[in-house]
C-alpha cells in the first residue's frame, strides 16, 4: 500500500484488508485515518507494522496469519487507545521489552499459535494497572517463573493451554488477585507446588485437563 492511499478518507473508522497478498505498506498509507478503530490485517504476509504508529484513535488490531517474526517495541508507541490485539499464527519467536508500555487502555492480548518459548517478564511492563485478558495458548512455552507475570497483578483471564508447560514455580500467580479463569490445559505437568493456587481468591474457571498430574 502506497503513501496516502486514504486520503481524504478522514472520517474512516474501521478498515478490514484481511485476505489479500499485502506485503509491504507504507509509513504514510494511513496517515490520515485519524478516526480509525478498528484494523484488520489478517492473512497477508506482512513482515513490519512500522506504519500503524500514525493511527492514533485505533482501538481493535488484528494480525492473524500474517508474516511477523519480531515485535519491535516502537510499534505501539503512540496507540494509547488502544484496546484489543490479536496477534495469532506469523512465526513470532520474540516481542522486544517494554513492547505493551504505553497501552493503558488494552484489555484484550491476544498471542496465541506463535513460536513463543520464553516469556521475558520484561514484555509486560507498563500493564500493572490494566485489567487484562491475556491468551497465550498454543505457543511453546516450557516454564512459568516467581516473575513471569509480575506486572499483571490486575491481570483478570490467563490462558495458557496447548503449550509444553512442565514446570511452575510455587509463586507464580500469588500477586494475581483478580485472576477468574486460568488455563492449563494440554500441558506437561507432572506435579503441582503446595499452595500453588492459595491465594486466587476470585479464581472461578481452574482448567488442568490433559496434563500428566499425579499428585
Known amino acids: 500500500l502506497k503513501n496516502e492511499t486514504f486520503k481524504n478518507l478522514t472520517r474512516l473508522k474501521h478498515l478490514f484488508l484481511s485476505d489479500n497478498k499485502i506485503n509491504f505498506i507504507e509509513y504514510n498509507a494511513f496517515n490520515n485515518l485519524i478516526d480509525l478503530r478498528t484494523l484488520n490485517l489478517d492473512s497477508n504476509p506482512i513482515e513490519r507494522l512500522d506504519f500503524i504508529e500514525n493511527l492514533p484513535s485505533l482501538v481493535d488490531l488484528s494480525l492473524i496469519g500474517c508474516n511477523l517474526k519480531l515485535i519491535f517495541k516502537t510499534y505501539f508507541n503512540f496507540l494509547n487507545n488502544l484496546e484489543i490485539i490479536k496477534i495469532a499464527s506469523n512465526g513470532i519467536q520474540k516481542f522486544e521489552e517494554f513492547v505493551f508500555m504505553n497501552l493503558k487502555n488494552l484489555k484484550y492480548l491476544n498471542i496465541v499459535n506463535e513460536k513463543i518459548i520464553f516469556l521475558d517478564k520484561e514484555i509486560f511492563k507498563g500493564l500493572e494497572k490494566n485489567k487484562l485478558k491475556l491468551n497465550l495458548n498454543s505457543n511453546y512455552i516450557e516454564k512459568i517463573y516467581n516473575y513471569t507475570f509480575v506486572y499483571l497483578e490486575n491481570l483478570i483471564e490467563l490462558h495458557l493451554g496447548f503449550n509444553h508447560i512442565y514446570f511452575i514455580e510455587a509463586n507464580a500467580f ?14 506437561r505437568l507432572k506435579s503441582l507446588e503446595n499452595g500453588i493456587f492459595k491465594n486466587l481468591l476470585n479464581l472461578i474457571d481452574l482448567y488442568l485437563l490433559n496434563n500428566q498430574i499425579r499428585n
Open 174 to 187: 500469588n500477586f494475581m488477585k483478580f485472576l477468574t479463569i486460568l488455563d492449563l490445559k494440554h500441558n
